[in-house]
């Protein structure tokens, strides 16, 4: 897949299919920027802007922002917990509650 392909199916993603499906599937966050987080931090397995200079859509690896759109689409098919990638992103940030 060339960039600009990755970089529309990750823009499309978050942007549009994600927060549309959001109120359906009870998800914590609504968003482009939250499901940009989620899912760019539990590629990186830290929080995404200490390993990638912003625009991450951008300057992202493509196997990172391949890694993020794979996991959006698994959030989509259901075979991934949005609510759980958050917890791991909130976790990384240091945002989690007790």
């Given at each position: 897949?060339?960039?600009?392909?990755?970089?529309?199916?990750w823009?499309?993603?978050?942007?549009e299919?994600?927060?549309?499906?959001?109120?359906?599937?009870?998800?914590?966050?609504?968003?482009?920027?939250?499901?940009?987080?989620?899912l760019?931090d539990?590629?990186?397995?830290?929080?995404?802007?200490?390993?990638?200079?912003?625009?991450?859509?951008?300057?992202?690896?493509?196997?990172?922002l391949?890694?993020?759109?794979?996991?959006?689409?698994?959030?989509?098919?259901?075979?991934?917990?949005?609510?759980?990638?958050n917890?791991?992103?909130?976790?990384?940030?240091?945002k989690?509650?007790?």
């Open positions: 897949m060339d960039r600009t392909t990755l970089q529309n199916d823009f499309d993603l978050t942007r299919r994600m927060p549309q499906a959001a109120q359906a599937r009870g998800w914590p966050v609504r968003f482009d920027h939250c499901f940009q987080r989620i760019l539990n590629a990186v397995g830290a929080k995404w802007n200490e390993q990638i200079p912003a625009p991450a859509y951008r300057n992202a690896p493509d196997e990172i391949q890694r993020a759109v794979a996991l959006g689409r698994a959030a989509m098919e259901g075979t991934e917990d949005l609510a759980e990638l917890r791991n992103s909130l976790g990384f940030r240091g989690l509650k007790p």
